[in-house]
């Protein structure tokens, strides 16, 4: 399948993860601790990783044990990586956050050109830096917010950005070498299930936060949640397929991220209107004018990258 293709659907299952996770927050955690919720995707991701090896029956003949702990640490790093994301979210709404992922592939950049040779020219970091205005537009174009909180935001975002592009090289780089890619989403998913079940389990806090939510929703906040595991595994295949298939990461996460806040924008849209709960994005005519301006930079910086 094109690295393209695979990109495109990636892009839309973590749009509509992102929505989920925004609800989840608001409606079941009243954004209180709402990082809490990480607890139950530890147990679902060590479940699942455990049935895909047996169901390719442990196969694993010829394979390094060093890039299979890499990609355990990959996974390590993808829970680490969720910590500032849901902080973030409990401080903005998911189409800023959608926006500050345009950080990611200035990261790539650098990073490919520090640990994988990626070269590139003064043309590029031009067109970085047009993507980059896009975030930064959104941040300091918004009212009602401190200067503390926007400050906040930014952090979040970029310790996630950071910490999610780390982790992506760190599996593109084990990839690469004798290993199933079927087995590299089931080790994927087995060091993500233990980072999130040994970390969350082990703050009093987040573990009383997660049983008091489950106990007064009757149960009713796990149904979303599976759904968003399910979600992100769908995501997990496509994405860290079309990463290893693409000419380099750069170029992949670009293409993700350029067309992941227009997903993401009108699914906003759209969302508030029919179920303002899911939705929760702002429609007012300045809002919605500096959103279709920054992903016109964002268009803008993608399309003279690939020109160049």
């Known amino acids: 399948m094109n690295w393209i293709l695979l990109i495109t659907l990636a892009t839309f299952f973590d ?12 409606v079941y955690f009243k954004k209180r601790s709402a990082v809490s919720q990480k607890i139950f995707y530890g147990f679902t991701s ?11 029956n442990f196969n694993l003949n010829g394979v390094d044990h060093g890039v299979i702990g890499l990609i355990l640490l990959s996974g390590l790093l993808s829970v680490l990586s969720s910590i500032p994301y849901i902080r973030a979210l409990e401080v903005d709404d998911s189409i800023n956050l959608g926006i500050f992922i345009q950080l990611a592939p200035i990261l790539y950049l650098v990073f490919g050109w520090l640990f994988l040779g990626e070269s590139f020219s003064p043309m590029q970091l031009i067109a970085f830096a047009i993507i980059l205005s896009a975030p930064l537009l959104i941040i300091f174009s918004a009212r009602k917010r401190s200067r503390h909180t ?54 009093p806090k987040w573990r009383k936060r997660f049983y008091s939510v489950v106990k007064s929703s009757k149960l009713k906040v796990l149904v979303p949640m599976t759904i968003n595991h399910l979600i992100g595994l769908a995501k997990d295949f496509t994405y860290r397929g079309g990463l290893i298939a693409a000419p380099a ?10 067309v992941e806040p227009i ?14 709960k899911f939705g929760r994005e ?27």
């Open 15 to 26: 749009s509509i993860r992102i929505f989920i996770d925004n609800y989840v927050s608001d």
């Open 263 to 276: 997903f993401i924008f009108f699914m906003g849209i759209i969302l508030t209107l029919i179920w303002p």
């Open 46 to 56: 060590l479940i699942t990783s455990i049935i895909i090896l047996a169901i390719t």
């Open 150 to 203: 926007k400050l906040k935001a930014i952090l979040y975002a970029f310790l996630y950005v950071f910490i999610a592009v780390i982790g992506n090289l760190v599996y593109v780089k084990a990839s690469t070498n004798n290993i199933n890619f079927v087995h590299s989403i089931a080790f994927l998913l087995l060091g993500r299930g233990i980072g999130y079940t040994a970390i969350m389990s082990a703050v």
């Open 282 to 308: 702002k429609l007012d005519r300045k809002s919605i004018i500096i959103h279709l301006i920054a992903i016109i930079l964002v268009v803008a910086g993608i399309i003279l990258l690939n020109m160049l």
């Open 249 to 258: 990461v750069a170029i992949a996460s670009a293409a993700s991220d350029s």
